[in-house]
Protein backbone atom coordinates (compact mmCIF):
# COMPACT_ATOMS: atom_id res chain seq x y z
CA UNK A 1 0.00 0.00 0.00
CA UNK A 2 1.31 3.47 -0.74
CA UNK A 3 1.68 6.71 1.22
CA UNK A 4 -0.90 7.73 -1.00
CA UNK A 5 -3.41 5.02 -0.38
CA UNK A 6 -3.31 4.81 3.40
CA UNK A 7 -3.76 8.59 3.83
CA UNK A 8 -6.89 7.81 2.25
CA UNK A 9 -7.81 5.37 4.20
CA UNK A 10 -7.43 7.34 7.09
CA UNK A 11 -9.55 10.13 5.83
CA UNK A 12 -12.39 7.96 4.96
CA UNK A 13 -12.07 6.31 8.73
CA UNK A 14 -12.37 9.13 9.92
CA UNK A 15 -15.62 10.27 8.63
CA UNK A 16 -17.07 7.22 8.55
CA UNK A 17 -16.54 5.12 11.86
CA UNK A 18 -18.98 5.22 14.17
CA UNK A 19 -21.22 7.56 11.72
CA UNK A 20 -24.47 7.46 14.35
CA UNK A 21 -22.51 8.56 16.85
CA UNK A 22 -20.67 11.83 15.26
CA UNK A 23 -24.35 13.14 14.13
CA UNK A 24 -25.64 12.80 17.16
CA UNK A 25 -23.00 14.80 18.62
CA UNK A 26 -23.28 17.04 15.92
CA UNK A 27 -27.24 17.66 16.54
CA UNK A 28 -26.50 17.95 20.64
CA UNK A 29 -24.10 21.00 19.42
CA UNK A 30 -26.59 22.51 17.62
CA UNK A 31 -29.31 22.19 20.13
CA UNK A 32 -27.11 23.96 23.10
CA UNK A 33 -26.08 26.86 20.38
CA UNK A 34 -30.18 27.29 19.69
CA UNK A 35 -30.58 27.55 22.68
CA UNK A 36 -27.77 29.54 24.17
CA UNK A 37 -28.77 32.04 21.15
CA UNK A 38 -32.59 31.89 21.96
CA UNK A 39 -31.85 32.41 25.63
CA UNK A 40 -30.04 35.67 24.78
CA UNK A 41 -31.84 39.27 25.70
CA UNK A 42 -32.96 40.92 22.78
CA UNK A 43 -34.75 44.52 22.02
CA UNK A 44 -37.69 45.37 19.59
CA UNK A 45 -39.74 48.17 18.92
CA UNK A 46 -43.88 47.02 18.31
CA UNK A 47 -46.16 49.65 17.27
CA UNK A 48 -49.67 49.57 19.03
CA UNK A 49 -52.99 51.09 17.80
CA UNK A 50 -54.68 53.75 19.95
CA UNK A 51 -58.32 53.90 21.11
CA UNK A 52 -59.93 57.50 22.58
CA UNK A 53 -62.84 56.97 24.90
CA UNK A 54 -64.15 60.57 24.35
CA UNK A 55 -66.92 62.11 27.05
CA UNK A 56 -70.83 62.09 25.83
CA UNK A 57 -72.00 64.25 23.96
CA UNK A 58 -73.86 66.29 26.96
CA UNK A 59 -70.52 66.78 28.95
CA UNK A 60 -70.33 69.61 25.91
CA UNK A 61 -66.43 69.25 25.78
CA UNK A 62 -64.09 69.51 22.55
CA UNK A 63 -60.76 67.80 22.58
CA UNK A 64 -58.72 69.79 20.63
CA UNK A 65 -55.45 68.22 20.07
CA UNK A 66 -54.73 65.81 17.73
CA UNK A 67 -54.02 62.25 19.44
CA UNK A 68 -51.94 59.89 17.43
CA UNK A 69 -53.30 56.94 16.22
CA UNK A 70 -50.88 54.57 17.33
CA UNK A 71 -47.59 54.98 19.71
CA UNK A 72 -44.13 52.86 19.93
CA UNK A 73 -43.21 50.65 22.34
CA UNK A 74 -40.11 48.73 22.93
CA UNK A 75 -40.04 45.41 24.76
CA UNK A 76 -36.67 43.40 25.98
CA UNK A 77 -37.11 39.83 26.28
CA UNK A 78 -35.26 36.74 24.90
CA UNK A 79 -34.72 36.99 20.91
CA UNK A 80 -37.39 33.45 21.03
CA UNK A 81 -40.51 35.28 22.06
CA UNK A 82 -39.48 38.62 20.75
CA UNK A 83 -39.24 36.83 17.29
CA UNK A 84 -42.39 35.02 17.74
CA UNK A 85 -44.47 38.42 18.84
CA UNK A 86 -46.70 40.22 16.82
CA UNK A 87 -48.11 43.91 17.46
CA UNK A 88 -51.49 42.50 17.67
CA UNK A 89 -50.64 40.24 20.23
CA UNK A 90 -50.10 43.32 22.73
CA UNK A 91 -53.57 44.63 21.84
CA UNK A 92 -54.50 48.23 22.24
CA UNK A 93 -53.92 50.96 24.44
CA UNK A 94 -57.06 52.24 25.60
CA UNK A 95 -57.22 55.94 26.54
CA UNK A 96 -60.55 56.78 29.07
CA UNK A 97 -61.08 60.34 28.13
CA UNK A 98 -64.85 60.59 29.38
CA UNK A 99 -64.21 62.96 31.76
CA UNK A 100 -62.77 65.93 29.25
CA UNK A 101 -60.94 67.51 32.11
CA UNK A 102 -57.61 65.52 31.66
CA UNK A 103 -54.83 67.93 30.53
CA UNK A 104 -52.05 65.05 30.44
CA UNK A 105 -51.95 61.41 29.89
CA UNK A 106 -48.72 59.57 30.88
CA UNK A 107 -48.25 56.70 29.27
CA UNK A 108 -47.34 53.73 31.99
CA UNK A 109 -46.20 50.10 30.84
CA UNK A 110 -49.57 49.20 32.89
CA UNK A 111 -51.24 50.46 30.57
CA UNK A 112 -50.07 47.27 28.04
CA UNK A 113 -50.35 43.81 27.80
CA UNK A 114 -47.09 41.90 27.62
CA UNK A 115 -46.49 38.07 27.84
CA UNK A 116 -45.10 36.68 30.64
CA UNK A 117 -41.03 37.29 31.00
CA UNK A 118 -41.25 40.26 28.46
CA UNK A 119 -40.52 43.46 30.02
CA UNK A 120 -41.31 47.38 28.69
CA UNK A 121 -38.30 49.10 28.10
CA UNK A 122 -39.92 52.52 26.47
CA UNK A 123 -42.77 54.03 25.47
CA UNK A 124 -42.83 56.81 22.62
CA UNK A 125 -43.95 59.14 23.23
CA UNK A 126 -44.22 58.71 27.09
CA UNK A 127 -46.70 61.47 27.76
CA UNK A 128 -49.76 62.95 26.35
CA UNK A 129 -50.41 66.66 26.31
CA UNK A 130 -54.41 67.68 26.18
CA UNK A 131 -55.85 70.50 25.14
CA UNK A 132 -59.90 70.93 25.67
CA UNK A 133 -62.54 73.38 24.85
CA UNK A 134 -65.79 73.89 25.78
CA UNK A 135 -69.06 73.27 23.17
CA UNK A 136 -71.22 75.86 22.23
CA UNK A 137 -73.82 76.80 19.78
CA UNK A 138 -74.65 80.05 17.90
CA UNK A 139 -76.67 81.33 15.10
CA UNK A 140 -74.41 82.16 11.71
CA UNK A 141 -75.79 84.59 9.21
CA UNK A 142 -75.43 82.80 5.81
CA UNK A 143 -73.83 84.97 3.34
CA UNK A 144 -74.13 84.10 -0.59
CA UNK A 145 -71.72 86.07 -3.33
CA UNK A 146 -72.37 86.72 -6.66
CA UNK A 147 -71.13 85.45 -9.72
CA UNK A 148 -71.60 86.84 -13.19
CA UNK A 149 -73.15 90.27 -14.94
CA UNK A 150 -77.12 90.12 -15.88
CA UNK A 151 -77.88 90.27 -19.50
CA UNK A 152 -77.02 94.09 -20.88
CA UNK A 153 -79.25 96.87 -19.74
CA UNK A 154 -80.12 94.84 -16.38
CA UNK A 155 -79.13 94.75 -13.03
CA UNK A 156 -79.66 92.67 -9.55
CA UNK A 157 -82.17 94.44 -7.40
CA UNK A 158 -80.95 95.18 -3.74
CA UNK A 159 -78.86 91.29 -1.84
CA UNK A 160 -79.09 87.97 -2.71
CA UNK A 161 -81.81 86.45 -0.26
CA UNK A 162 -81.29 82.79 1.57
CA UNK A 163 -83.59 80.59 3.61
CA UNK A 164 -82.86 80.25 6.15
CA UNK A 165 -81.16 83.45 6.62
CA UNK A 166 -79.16 81.42 9.59
CA UNK A 167 -77.59 78.42 10.12
CA UNK A 168 -76.50 77.03 13.82
CA UNK A 169 -73.29 76.00 14.03
CA UNK A 170 -72.09 73.60 17.52
CA UNK A 171 -67.96 73.58 17.85
CA UNK A 172 -65.85 74.66 19.99
CA UNK A 173 -66.23 77.58 21.62
CA UNK A 174 -62.96 79.65 20.60
CA UNK A 175 -63.79 78.58 16.69
CA UNK A 176 -67.88 79.35 16.83
CA UNK A 177 -67.49 82.65 18.79
CA UNK A 178 -65.49 84.09 15.83
CA UNK A 179 -67.47 82.56 12.93
CA UNK A 180 -68.91 85.55 10.95
CA UNK A 181 -70.93 83.74 7.82
CA UNK A 182 -71.83 80.11 7.01
CA UNK A 183 -70.64 80.72 3.68
CA UNK A 184 -73.03 79.06 0.53
CA UNK A 185 -71.91 78.64 -3.43
CA UNK A 186 -72.09 81.74 -5.48
CA UNK A 187 -75.21 82.61 -7.39
CA UNK A 188 -74.22 82.92 -11.01
CA UNK A 189 -76.24 85.80 -12.41
CA UNK A 190 -74.67 85.99 -15.71
CA UNK A 191 -77.12 86.67 -18.74
CA UNK A 192 -80.20 86.67 -16.61
CA UNK A 193 -82.96 89.55 -18.08
CA UNK A 194 -85.77 90.85 -15.60
CA UNK A 195 -87.60 88.21 -13.20
CA UNK A 196 -87.06 86.35 -9.80
CA UNK A 197 -84.98 83.55 -9.56
CA UNK A 198 -84.55 80.86 -6.90
CA UNK A 199 -82.08 78.33 -6.47
CA UNK A 200 -80.95 75.98 -3.86
CA UNK A 201 -76.95 76.28 -3.19
CA UNK A 202 -74.93 73.98 -1.21
CA UNK A 203 -73.46 75.46 1.80
CA UNK A 204 -69.85 75.44 2.23
CA UNK A 205 -68.34 72.94 4.56
CA UNK A 206 -67.84 74.18 8.30
CA UNK A 207 -64.49 74.94 9.67
CA UNK A 208 -62.58 71.74 11.44
CA UNK A 209 -64.61 70.71 15.00
CA UNK A 210 -67.92 72.62 13.82
CA UNK A 211 -71.13 71.10 12.93
CA UNK A 212 -74.02 72.99 11.44
CA UNK A 213 -77.26 71.31 12.15
CA UNK A 214 -79.41 69.78 9.57
CA UNK A 215 -78.94 72.39 6.98
CA UNK A 216 -76.45 71.67 4.21
CA UNK A 217 -78.12 73.50 1.31
CA UNK A 218 -80.17 76.90 1.44
CA UNK A 219 -82.43 78.58 -1.33
CA UNK A 220 -80.68 81.57 -2.69
CA UNK A 221 -83.36 84.52 -4.72
CA UNK A 222 -81.94 87.05 -6.42
CA UNK A 223 -83.90 89.64 -8.62
CA UNK A 224 -82.84 91.11 -11.38
CA UNK A 225 -84.45 94.24 -12.87
CA UNK A 226 -83.93 96.60 -15.85
CA UNK A 227 -80.88 98.84 -14.81
CA UNK A 228 -81.86 102.53 -14.00
CA UNK A 229 -80.82 105.40 -15.37
CA UNK A 230 -80.55 109.14 -13.17
CA UNK A 231 -80.72 112.83 -14.50
CA UNK A 232 -80.89 115.25 -12.82
CA UNK A 233 -82.17 119.00 -13.96
CA UNK A 234 -81.05 121.65 -12.05
CA UNK A 235 -82.92 125.48 -11.75
CA UNK A 236 -86.43 124.54 -12.70
CA UNK A 237 -88.86 127.23 -11.46
CA UNK A 238 -91.79 126.33 -9.40
CA UNK A 239 -94.93 127.45 -10.72
CA UNK A 240 -97.91 128.79 -7.83
CA UNK A 241 -101.18 127.25 -9.65
CA UNK A 242 -103.79 129.52 -9.40
CA UNK A 243 -101.79 132.24 -7.29
CA UNK A 244 -99.86 133.91 -10.69
CA UNK A 245 -98.69 136.73 -8.13
CA UNK A 246 -97.27 134.45 -5.59
CA UNK A 247 -93.76 133.68 -4.66
CA UNK A 248 -91.66 130.66 -3.49
CA UNK A 249 -88.48 130.58 -1.45
CA UNK A 250 -86.12 129.10 -2.87
CA UNK A 251 -87.71 130.05 -6.31
CA UNK A 252 -86.32 126.98 -8.12
CA UNK A 253 -85.79 123.62 -7.50
CA UNK A 254 -83.56 120.61 -8.27
CA UNK A 255 -85.35 117.29 -10.19
CA UNK A 256 -83.98 114.22 -10.31
CA UNK A 257 -85.19 111.14 -12.39
CA UNK A 258 -84.68 107.57 -12.19
CA UNK A 259 -85.77 105.06 -13.80
CA UNK A 260 -84.96 102.84 -17.11
CA UNK A 261 -82.99 104.20 -19.83
CA UNK A 262 -85.66 104.71 -22.70
CA UNK A 263 -88.50 106.16 -19.93
CA UNK A 264 -85.53 108.89 -18.44
CA UNK A 265 -83.91 109.62 -22.11
CA UNK A 266 -87.44 110.73 -23.07
CA UNK A 267 -88.21 113.17 -20.57
CA UNK A 268 -87.25 116.95 -22.01
CA UNK A 269 -86.51 119.68 -20.00
CA UNK A 270 -89.29 121.73 -20.88
CA UNK A 271 -91.35 118.83 -20.11
CA UNK A 272 -91.18 119.29 -16.29
CA UNK A 273 -92.82 121.78 -14.38
CA UNK A 274 -92.33 121.74 -10.56
CA UNK A 275 -95.43 123.14 -8.86
CA UNK A 276 -97.32 124.02 -5.50
CA UNK A 277 -100.82 124.14 -5.39
CA UNK A 278 -102.13 126.40 -2.25
CA UNK A 279 -105.86 126.47 -2.69
CA UNK A 280 -105.27 122.91 -3.31
CA UNK A 281 -103.91 122.06 0.47
CA UNK A 282 -106.64 124.23 1.96
CA UNK A 283 -104.79 127.34 2.70
CA UNK A 284 -106.51 130.31 2.93
CA UNK A 285 -105.39 132.71 -0.16
CA UNK A 286 -108.24 135.31 0.16
CA UNK A 287 -105.98 137.19 2.34
CA UNK A 288 -101.93 137.66 2.50
CA UNK A 289 -100.29 135.03 3.63
CA UNK A 290 -97.46 132.32 3.72
CA UNK A 291 -97.56 128.19 3.79
CA UNK A 292 -94.69 125.70 3.40
CA UNK A 293 -95.86 123.20 0.69
CA UNK A 294 -94.51 120.07 -1.15
CA UNK A 295 -93.40 121.09 -4.67
CA UNK A 296 -95.72 118.29 -7.35
CA UNK A 297 -94.06 116.79 -9.98
CA UNK A 298 -94.81 113.59 -11.81
CA UNK A 299 -93.37 111.83 -14.73
CA UNK A 300 -95.09 108.21 -16.27
CA UNK A 301 -93.38 105.49 -15.32
CA UNK A 302 -90.07 107.49 -13.77
CA UNK A 303 -89.54 108.09 -9.84
CA UNK A 304 -88.95 111.75 -9.44
CA UNK A 305 -86.86 113.22 -6.29
CA UNK A 306 -87.50 117.06 -5.66
CA UNK A 307 -84.78 119.09 -4.26
CA UNK A 308 -85.89 120.58 -1.51
CA UNK A 309 -89.28 118.73 -1.44
CA UNK A 310 -90.54 121.99 0.44
CA UNK A 311 -90.57 125.73 -0.71
CA UNK A 312 -91.98 128.69 1.08
CA UNK A 313 -95.35 130.01 -1.05
CA UNK A 314 -96.45 133.74 -0.01
CA UNK A 315 -98.62 136.08 -1.33
Not at 188 to 210: H, I, M, Q, S
Not at 273 to 280: A, L, M, N, T, Y
Amino acid sequence: MTAKDGLRENIRAALLDNIGLKILSLLCALGIYAFIHGAENAQRTFSVSVVTIMPPESANRQLMTQIPNEVKVTLRGSRTQLDDLRSDDLGTLQLNLRSGRETNLDLKPSMFRVPTGVQIEEVQPPSIELRWDDVVEREIPVQIARTGEPAPTFAVKGVIGSEPKVVRARGARSIVDVMQYARAAPFDVTGLTEGVYRRPLPLDKPPKLVNYDVVDSVIATVEITRELAKKEFANLRVEVVGLPRAVTTPPTVKVRLVGSNEDVNAVSPESLVPRVEPKSSGADVSKPGSVYLDVLLEVPHVKVVVDPPKVLVKW
